[in-house]
């Protein structure tokens, strides 16, 4: 069943003939139909932030992508919903920057003509030293950035001017790491609990793993799943994770993974 | 980074079921070709040195190696059991190899002392199989339907050996009664279709189509007509073939009964999914478990002289081993090599660059062009076999080796990733290597 917490990358595994549909509301996510574009964005946004995205309910364009896939409509969502962000205060790292460190990228004309700024985005932040920053101006909110860049260990600050004008601001944190280092790690990014059952392989293994890569030493986080994940201990163990299985009811296997200290 | 070798850990290195699968996809083109080659032979009675040629390429080159294969992957992920022993996994695809070769060659110019020889190395082959299965299911904890079905199968592939090498001898010293060859033949064939192949194909798909279809896995009374369909009726059936017609029909309807309890399953899995779109792997999984029917059928109407002739005989078998087995199969293949291939080259990378979707690694156009060509090459083999018409045999012969080179290009398309050391490598984009 399609929810609202789908990435747009198992929706179009599974009916690839959507692409169609989601093209109809933004011809942003007719690039879906590339690859190259379709392998960086499909992963990285859920059907509630394509429906931010386009700028519609996220309810009827789940209802719409339902109905072309040829499921029940289902009353609403019931996953996750995409709000634009409170208006958190500019971040004194980003307030202390003079005008002239501020790096100004705006893709909103190449995606109106549909081409993919993508190389553009990363090109500019290859230039990025730790005292500047990138300010990504997009007609929507770029949600795939936030973790490639992420992923870069940059950090951002979105700004809403209008509902078809977005300003994110990428930047490092004063003494963060070098542009190129491995990503930043928060304790806050990683979620306690990975329900992986229900899933069709290989799914479980790249949520885990996704989720682990954001776990700081000693941090632990339980995964559910519908059976011991034989094929995901070898890549544990090779990444520095400890782990303990154990089934805590029938047909419920739980593994608790911890990362090492000192592992990469 | 390093690919992380699974050998060292719980499961084998990913090359040791590929190269038995890649072996037997080469085995089933070839086998598709020799219908075509073949088609005279097969017009006429299937006792021929030729069909034993075509008939263990199919049954040993394809079906076969593709459990096997398919084993050594499955096993430690259906029964959490390590594989006793890799290297021992490889000298048996070694063996296996060299024997059917010599077996097939053999046959194909009938001659049968070479190909005693050559089954004795099939026959270490299958020990050695034996042996690792035997000694990495050595202490299992829980005897589920699947474990039961595949202990069973390892009992049926003992027989079916037992009953080749026997024929095999008599080829050499003809010490069978002269009334006791075809038995004895309609035994060896019936062991390898339900003593081996059915069993595990039963047992493994009650575990693995739940998780390609996203269902619960079944459970009630169709496990256990499938239980003790095949675990008396195989029997049953094997005896009855050597003595006595009653006691093969007898067997028949329990083997029925463990067929009409596996397509219970199968609906309800399907009829349960949550998966709503079916991929082309997954159709011709539910393709191969329709021609059950008609397979089961035909199998009933011969066991009770309702029809007979070496035609229809001819057609049970293509519908048996090219429909049911053989379309099963290609249907698993789509399933296990792209995830065995994505797992070797992208698992490692997964959380720190972006990878490549399952989905990604497929060729649908080409798997729909493989399911029409192999699915109506099938269907029409079987009719022209029935029919024994040479000139259909051949027809269908060259659609269905199409098909299996339709198949073959999907999975070789699929295994190309293997030389691709990262996704932005494979992908030669900038884009791409920007993702990294």
Redesign the interface.
């Known amino acids: 069943m399609i929810s609202a917490d789908t990435t747009l990358a198992r929706l179009l595994d599974e009916h690839p003939e959507l692409v169609e549909v989601l093209a109809r509301y933004h011809a942003h996510f007719a690039q879906l139909r590339e690859p190259n574009a379709r392998r960086i964005m499909a992963p990285r946004v859920t059907v509630a932030q394509a429906a931010a995205m386009a700028g519609v309910a996220v309810d009827a364009l789940l209802a719409d992508l339902r109905r072309a896939a040829g499921e029940p409509e289902g009353a609403a969502a019931g996953g996750p919903s995409v709000t634009p962000p409170a208006r958190a205060p500019k971040p004194a790292a980003l307030a202390a920057l003079p005008a002239e460190a501020l790096v100004h990228l705006d893709v909103r004309e190449d995606i109106r003509r549909g081409a993919e700024p993508f190389a553009r985005i990363m090109a500019a932040v290859k230039t990025l030293d730790r005292d500047r920053a990138l300010v990504v101006r997009a007609p929507f909110e770029p949600f795939p950035l936030y973790e490639l860049l992420g992923r870069r260990g940059l950090l951002h600050w979105t700004e809403c001017r209008a509902p078809d004008d977005w300003s994110v601001w990428f930047y490092r944190e004063a003494g963060g790491a070098p542009p190129g280092a491995a990503p930043a790690r928060t304790a806050a990014a990683a979620p306690a609990v990975v329900d992986v059952r229900g899933l069709e392989p290989p799914e479980p293994m790249v949520r885990v793993l996704t989720a682990l890569e954001r776990l700081v030493p000693g941090q632990r986080i339980e995964i559910l799943h519908d059976r011991r994940p034989t094929l995901l201990y070898p890549i544990l163990d090779e990444r520095g994770f400890e782990h303990a299985t154990d089934e805590p009811e029938p047909g419920v296997v739980r593994i608790r993974v911890t990362r090492r200290a000192g592992a990469a | 980074m ?1 690919v ?3 050998g ?4 084998p290195e990913a090359t040791v079921p590929l190269r038995y699968l890649i072996a037997a996809v080469l085995a089933f083109v070839l086998a598709a070709a020799g219908v075509v080659a073949l088609a005279g032979e097969l017009a006429g009675h299937y006792y021929h040195p030729r069909l034993a040629a075509l008939t263990h390429t199919v049954t040993l080159g394809w079906i076969t190696l593709t459990i096997m294969g398919a084993s050594y992957q499955l096993v ?2 259906v029964f ?1 059991r390590p594989i006793w022993s890799e290297r021992l996994a490889r000298w048996q695809f070694a063996l296996l190899v060299a024997g059917m070769i010599g077996l097939v060659a053999h046959f194909y110019i009938a001659e049968f002392s070479g190909m005693l020889w050559a089954a004795g190395v099939v026959g270490a082959g299958i020990v050695a199989h034996l042996v690792n299965m035997a000694m990495s299911l050595r202490g299992l904890a829980r005897w589920t339907f699947t474990a039961r079905l595949f202990a069973m199968s390892l009992a049926g592939l003992v027989l079916t050996l037992g009953f080749g090498v026997v024929l095999a001898a008599d080829r050499v010293a003809r010490f069978l009664p002269a009334a006791g060859f075809f038995p004895t033949l309609h035994s060896h064939f019936h062991l390898a279709l339900l003593g081996w192949v059915m069993p595990v194909v039963l047992g493994v798909a009650a575990r693995v189509y739940p ?2 279809l ?1 269902a619960r896995e079944p459970a009630g009374w169709p496990g256990r007509a499938q239980l003790w369909g095949l675990g008396l009726g195989v029997p049953l059936l094997t005896l009855g073939l050597l003595a006595s017609p009653w006691l093969a029909r007898v067997g028949a309807l329990l083997v029925a009964a463990a067929v009409l309890g596996h397509l219970a399953w199968v609906a309800e899995i399907a009829r349960a999914r ?4 079916l991929d082309w792997g997954l159709r011709f999984v539910l393709t191969g478990a329709a021609c059950l029917l008609p397979a089961t059928a035909l199998g009933l109407g011969l066991a009770f002289d309702v029809l007979g002739g070496p035609r229809l005989a001819l057609a049970y078998a293509v519908v048996a081993l090219g429909g049911w087995i053989s379309l099963t199969i290609v249907g698993m293949m789509l399933k296990i090599v792209p ?1 065995l291939v ?2 070797r080259v992208y ?2 990378q ?3 660059a ?7 690694l497929a060729r ?1 156009a080409l798997e729909g062009l493989a399911w029409w060509l192999l699915t109506g090459g099938v269907l029409g083999l079987a009719a022209a076999l029935a029919a024994g018409s040479a000139a259909w045999i051949r027809a269908a012969g060259a659609v269905l080796t199409l098909g299996a080179l339709a198949f073959a290009a999907t999975l070789g398309a699929t295994l190309q990733h293997l030389r691709a050391r990262t ?1 932005a490598a494979r ?1 030669g ?4 290597a ?2 990294q």
């Open positions: 390093s992380p070798h699974p060292a850990g719980r499961v430690p992920i959490a998780m390609f996203l949550r998966r709503p779109a995830f994505w797992y698992a490692p997964v959380g720190r972006a990878v490549p979707t399952l989905a990604q649908p996704p992908a984009s900038a884009v791409g920007a993702v």
